[in-house]
């Protein structure tokens, strides 16, 4: 992903945003504050032929040195474009590069009401590791979180 790429990253984003299971952000960022809080080698796009149709990239848990081989991830597919593998190229890129830099667990909040990322963890060696009940508010509503994880089996 290049910082040109940010307009159609942002608008795949947006369609996430709106159709209400993909985060609890309510607004896209702005490339400064979304650049800022990921992990710069991990961030890529899949296109098919010049158009992105999906972004996938890690963000670290935590600034602690403990924890500088955790990264939480993020997978999104444009709508016209999903149910045709582009989310699980994406996701098994991620993993690749994540065991490649020494990134030991990577770990995911999904809610439960969107089944298709969870298979899509589930099918790239992400486990369940539990729901985080009413986590947070959207419109109002508490949202429960699935927690998901993946410990690389290369880094030790």
Do not use: K
């Amino acid at each position: 992903m290049a910082p040109a790429d940010w307009p159609v990253v942002a608008e795949i984003y947006e369609q996430g945003i709106e159709d209400g299971d993909a985060t609890f952000e309510v607004a896209v960022p702005s490339w400064a504050e979304w650049d800022a809080s990921h992990l710069r080698r991990h961030r890529i796009v899949a296109r098919v032929g010049e158009e992105v149709a999906g972004w996938a990239a890690l963000a670290p848990v935590s600034d602690r040195c403990a924890y500088r081989g955790v990264a939480w991830d993020s997978v999104y597919v444009r709508r016209e474009a999903r149910a045709r593998g582009i989310g699980q190229l994406l996701l098994e890129r991620l993993v690749r590069d994540a065991d490649a830099a020494g990134i030991w667990t990577l770990q995911a909040g999904v809610f439960p009401e969107n089944a298709a990322s969870i298979a899509l963890h589930q099918r790239c060696g992400f486990r369940i590791v539990g729901v985080r009940e009413r986590l947070g508010r959207q419109d109002g509503t508490w949202r429960d979180v699935v927690l998901l994880e993946r410990r690389s089996p290369f880094v030790q």
